[in-house]
């Protein structure tokens, strides 16, 4: 488990670290640096993703690893200056949001349906350059580590990094089976 001190956000000179995690299916050699997601409904689009909890990586890890029945956790430090942050930012929020929703309307002013997460982010690729390395997004998270029933309290916290070159540090932190 992380150490407190290792989940805050750490000001070193004049950019800002953050300790992530990025969890994959073992391999038989270690990863040199984070794996690209290509999928077509990954939320934020093509880019490395990293959770900030450790137990969101491992709960990922059990849930979505399942080819080799072992899963890897990777730990980054990475410079979230010039992140676009959804999540404890007010003003980037209501940014995001209307972004959202003026991308939502565009589309289905042409289609005449919702669109989906692949059509926004596909959407985004194509017109929406706003500058930002990454993205730091939540959702809540649905999972037997909460400990009280029915109430989703914590926020499950997950990074986009669409520029490798805030990444830092990326190391082999854990290994489990599922």
Same mark, same amino acid.
């Given at each position: 488990?992380?150490?407190?001190?290792?989940?805050?956000?750490?000001?070193?000179?004049?950019?800002?670290?953050?300790?992530?995690?990025?969890?994959? #299916?073992? +391999?038989?050699?270690?990863?040199?640096?984070?794996?690209?997601?290509?999928?077509?409904?990954?939320?934020?689009?093509?880019?490395?993703?990293?959770?900030? %909890?450790?137990?969101?990586?491992?709960?990922?890890?059990?849930?979505?690893?399942?080819?080799? #029945?072992?899963?890897?956790?990777?730990?980054?430090?990475?410079?979230?200056?010039? *992140?676009?942050?959804?999540?404890?930012?007010?003003?980037?929020?209501?940014?995001?949001?209307?972004?959202?929703?003026?991308?939502?309307?565009?589309?289905?002013?042409?289609?005449?349906?919702?669109?989906?997460?692949? #059509?926004?982010?596909?959407?985004?690729?194509?017109? &929406?350059?706003?500058?930002?390395? &990454?993205?730091?997004?939540?959702?809540?998270?649905?999972?037997?580590?909460?400990? *009280?029933?029915?109430?989703?309290?914590?926020? +499950?916290?997950?990074?986009?990094?669409? %520029?490798?070159? *805030?990444?830092?540090?990326? #190391?082999?932190?854990?290994?489990?089976?599922?």
């Amino acid at each position: 488990m992380a150490k407190p001190e290792e989940l805050k956000w750490q000001k070193i000179g004049t950019s800002t670290l953050k300790i992530m995690y990025h969890t994959q #299916e073992r +391999r038989n050699e270690l990863l040199k640096s984070p794996i690209l997601c290509k999928k077509e409904n990954a939320w934020l689009g093509e880019g490395y993703y990293f959770w900030k %909890e450790e137990i969101d990586a491992i709960m990922w890890g059990h849930n979505s690893k399942r080819k080799t #029945e072992c899963f890897q956790i990777y730990k980054a430090d990475i410079d979230c200056e010039n *992140i676009l942050d959804t999540v404890f930012n007010e003003e980037q929020y209501d940014f995001w949001i209307k972004q959202i929703e003026k991308a939502a309307k565009q589309i289905i002013k042409k289609t005449e349906i919702k669109p989906t997460v692949r #059509e926004i982010n596909q959407y985004f690729k194509d017109r &929406g350059k706003w500058g930002y390395d &990454g993205i730091l997004f939540q959702d809540l998270p649905h999972s037997d580590d909460l400990l *009280i029933v029915n109430f989703n309290y914590r926020k +499950r916290i997950q990074l986009v990094v669409y %520029e490798l070159r *805030i990444i830092h540090r990326f #190391e082999l932190y854990l290994e489990q089976k599922r």
